[in-house]
């Protein structure tokens, strides 16, 4: 845990950071995902909750392409729950579907980060899906956590967005 400068008339008080190495959190990444059948229902569309699913999915691989993962993240002692989640279903999916998903980092407040997720069908750029999770920083002992000064300066200067 590091030890901050406060202003003058401020007492240091410790702000752990929650990561380390800081990269471009703003760009928007892209993971492909196949619909499986175990992921369908008995009409052949996916079911509702594997969208969530999928967010996990595109959150993990772009947190990898960024250069963490959440196994490091944890072992330095900083989760990132859940505590929002929303979808909007625009159009189904089925069977065998390969899906484009769009994901893109904003932050909401020190210590909370907003994650965007648009999600298209790759052989018809059909929109099937939109949605957004919300994430706590807490570090290892469950308390809330500063995301790193470097990170939410990067991420302030833009309001919450989908990526398009």
Request: aromatic content about 8%; proline content about 7%; glycine content about 6%.
């Amino acid at each position: 845990m590091a030890t901050r400068k406060q202003p003058p008339g401020r007492s240091a008080t410790p702000v752990p950071d929650c990561m380390s190495e800081v990269v471009d959190l703003d760009a928007m990444r892209l993971t492909p995902v196949r619909v499986r059948y175990a992921e369908t229902d008995r009409m052949g569309v996916v079911y509702y909750a594997n969208y969530l699913v999928w967010f996990e999915v595109a959150r993990t691989e772009w947190l990898r392409q960024t250069g963490w993962s959440y196994r490091e993240m944890e072992i330095e002692g900083t989760s990132l729950p859940v505590i929002e989640a929303h979808c909007d279903y625009r159009r189904p999916a089925h069977y065998d579907d390969e899906i484009d998903i769009r994901t893109r980092a904003t932050l909401l407040s020190p210590v909370r980060i907003r994650f965007d997720y648009d999600l298209s069908r790759q052989r018809d750029a059909e929109q099937l899906a939109t949605g957004y999770t919300v994430h706590a920083a807490l570090d290892g002992g469950g308390r809330p956590c500063r995301l790193p000064a470097r990170v939410r300066s990067m991420l302030d200067r833009k309001g919450p967005s989908i990526a398009g």
